[in-house]
């Protein structure tokens, strides 16, 4: 991947664009969180209803903290939650009030991730704060492992694709919820 690519993707975020790009295991599709028409294209691509909501993936915890409710969360729970990132672990922790639909579905919370995909990581550090990450698929079908995979299924109704290795992982990350530390998704 050249440098350019890389300006490229987060010029593309800046312009309300949805991009492909690699994760831990697979590649994902994903734009601005706070961008509802962006949004909107990533649910219509993936053909998924909003009520079910959708990942955001993070450089680092600060980023996540607009979108949620710490105070909600069991005495000890943070601090788990903490030690297991950067990693392939998918937290549901309690939202903000003030955190659209659009992105946290029919729930009260989010599901969120401090990634530890060199890419992806730095990504959202780029573009300052975190991106909605989906499996780069249709609903109910396999998601691309690779850039040429993706751009085969989804190219034409993607912005941009950047060029990029997954971290090799066999299957999406854990997905564990934040108040019972209930695992509701395994790796």
Known sequence: MTQQAFFTAVEQLQQGGVIGYATEAVFGIGCDPDNGDAVQRVLAIKERPVDKGLVLIA???SQ??????LTRLPEGRLEVILASWPGPYTWIIP??????????????SLAVRVTDHPQAHD?????????????????GEEPARSAAE???????ELDYILPGDTGGRANPSLIRDGITGAVLRPA
């Open 64 to 69: 996540l903290l607009p979108y949620l409710d």
């Open 59 to 61: 450089a680092d915890v």
């Open 123 to 139: 990504l959202c550090l780029a573009y300052g704060k975190p991106l909605v990450s989906t499996s780069a698929n249709k609903s």
């Open 95 to 108: 939202a903000r009030p003030e955190v659209p639909e659009w992105l946290k579905g029919r729930f009260d």
């Open 150 to 156: 993706l751009a085969d299924r989804l190219g034409n």
